[in-house]
């Protein structure tokens, strides 16, 4: 909290529409009514597993449970429905907080009862009933963090038993049992048969698909990237085979992210800049400041250590439009972080709100009349000259450049 928060105290004289301090701070409050009358034993709906980074082999593996039985609990798994619905940052962090993480630690490739339990909740379809043994209440916190939505308190986990028959789809059922099909190629089925990216990373993060001896837990926010990466590649190699796309930009966004996308009638090139506008999360100062990452015809062999996983995620939004349009183009990515996303809720914010952004297509005749309405628009919605960023761009360069023909 800086001075001019405590002059302000919730009077909103940054200019933002809400106080975020305060709207994490009720955030707390909602967690901490929900947990007190909690019992170290109870039976709730395992929505999801989550796995851990920290301590690489030996990795926590959390079980995630809301506080009380709900018809609608599947929502608290659904970043696509989120996204339709317009959920605000504070709805996302009240529901999410509500999660309990009941975790337990494991070696990347043991096997024990526990993991078999997980295992199962990630197949499901909708939630599973589970009764959950911990070994004391949990403690009162909120969890956010950059790439991954928002948990409520943790909790050591004792003993773990499903209560009922899970339902399974015969689909993820078949992939899970071939001990032959690379994880690849699983995840890359199982999309094709309309699977989200949120389902497919929560099975490859626990160890359910690839080839049998290989198998292992993975990070949650690893196996995010990975799933995003595996379908864009696949969508990659398809579209290089398409015509050149007309000069075309999307505009839109969703919670505080609006992106600006460009498609340029060359072959397939791939730019993100993210810039973090003045007042924006992680961004003390009063200037822009921004991150890159860029891809050439051939791909990238290095992982996007600049823009991380939004760079992935961003990607796969765009590469689902191109498909669909049967085009191929030359593409730079403009994401501006705005005050308005005062709290990190995961790279699933970027992967819709690019998709949000998309739906949006404005025709150019020529490059250059895009450009110009590019900066146009920036100026106007965000007073910035885009200018400052479009001189350090790899893209626009490569234009520069005199062809083979």
């Known amino acids: 909290m800086d001075v001019q928060c405590i002059k302000c105290k919730g009077r909103l004289?940054?200019?933002?529409?809400?106080?975020?301090?305060?709207?994490?701070?009720?955030?707390?409050?909602?967690?901490?009514?929900k947990i007190a009358n909690l019992k170290k034993d109870f039976l709730g709906d395992g929505v999801s597993c989550f796995v851990g980074h920290f301590g690489y082999p030996n990795l926590n593996v959390g079980i995630l449970t809301p506080t009380e039985k709900r018809e609608d609990s599947w929502l608290y798994e659904a970043p696509k429905y989120w996204s339709k619905e317009n959920f605000g940052v504070s709805e996302v962090i009240n529901l999410r907080s509500d999660l309990i993480?009941?975790?337990?630690?494991?070696?990347?490739?043991?096997?024990?009862?526990?993991?078999?339990?997980?295992?199962?909740?990630?197949?499901?379809?909708?939630?599973?009933d589970v009764e959950i043994n911990l070994k004391k209440k949990p403690d009162f916190k909120v969890n956010t963090l950059s790439d991954?939505?928002?948990?409520?308190?943790?909790?050591?986990?004792?003993?773990?038993?499903?209560?009922?028959?899970?339902?399974?789809?015969?689909?993820?059922?078949?992939?899970?049992d071939d001990n032959d099909l690379k994880a690849a190629d699983a995840v890359n089925s199982l999309y094709q048969k309309g699977f989200d990216e949120n389902f497919l990373s929560r099975m490859l993060s626990i160890g359910n698909l690839g080839i049998g001896f290989e198998r292992k837990i993975v990070p949650t926010r690893w196996s995010i990237t990975a799933t995003d990466d595996i379908i864009g590649k696949n969508f990659?190699?398809?579209?290089?085979?398409?015509?050149?796309?007309?000069?075309?930009a999307y505009?839109?966004?969703?919670?505080?992210?609006?992106?600006?996308?460009?498609?340029?009638?060359?072959?397939?090139?791939?730019?993100?800049?993210?810039?973090?506008?003045?007042?924006?999360?992680?961004?003390?100062?009063?200037?822009v400041q921004y991150s890159t990452d860029y891809e050439s015809y051939s791909g990238r062999k290095a992982y996007a250590s600049e823009t991380v996983g939004g760079y992935y995620t961003v990607r796969l939004a765009v590469l689902e439009k191109m498909k669909e349009r049967k085009?191929?183009?030359?593409?730079?990515?403009?994401r501006f972080i705005t005050?308005?996303?005062?709290?990190?809720?995961?790279?699933?914010?970027?992967?819709?709100?690019?998709?949000?952004?998309?739906?949006?297509?404005i025709e150019f005749e020529t490059k250059e009349l895009m450009l110009n309405y590019a900066r146009m628009l920036i100026k106007k919605k965000f007073n910035f000259d885009i200018d400052l960023i479009l001189k350090n761009s790899r893209v626009l360069d490569s234009f520069k450049q005199r062809k083979l023909f």
């Not at 990659?236 to 075309?248: G, M």
């Not at 839109?252 to 993210?274: A, C, K, T």
């Not at 809720?345 to 297509?361: D, H, S, Y």
């Open 13 to 33: 004289f940054c200019g933002r529409s809400f106080c975020p301090i305060k709207a994490k701070q009720e955030a707390k409050f909602h967690v901490k009514e």
């Open 101 to 128: 993480n009941s975790k337990f630690k494991v070696n990347i490739k043991q096997q024990n009862k526990l993991i078999d339990l997980s295992k199962e909740i990630a197949m499901a379809s909708k939630p599973a």
């Open 148 to 176: 991954i939505a928002p948990t409520g308190p943790n909790a050591i986990l004792e003993n773990a038993k499903l209560v009922s028959n899970t339902k399974i789809d015969t689909r993820v059922e078949k992939a899970v």
């Open 236 to 248: 990659i190699s398809e579209i290089k085979q398409f015509e050149k796309s007309a000069p075309t």
């Open 251 to 287: 505009f839109g966004g969703y919670l505080g992210n609006y992106y600006l996308i460009m498609v340029f009638p060359e072959i397939w090139q791939y730019e993100l800049f993210e810039m973090y506008m003045p007042k924006a999360s992680w961004n003390v100062s009063e200037q």
């Open 327 to 334: 085009k191929q183009g030359t593409i730079l990515a403009l």
């Open 339 to 361: 005050g308005d996303y005062f709290c990190p809720l995961g790279v699933w914010v970027t992967r819709e709100a690019a998709r949000k952004a998309m739906q949006n297509p």
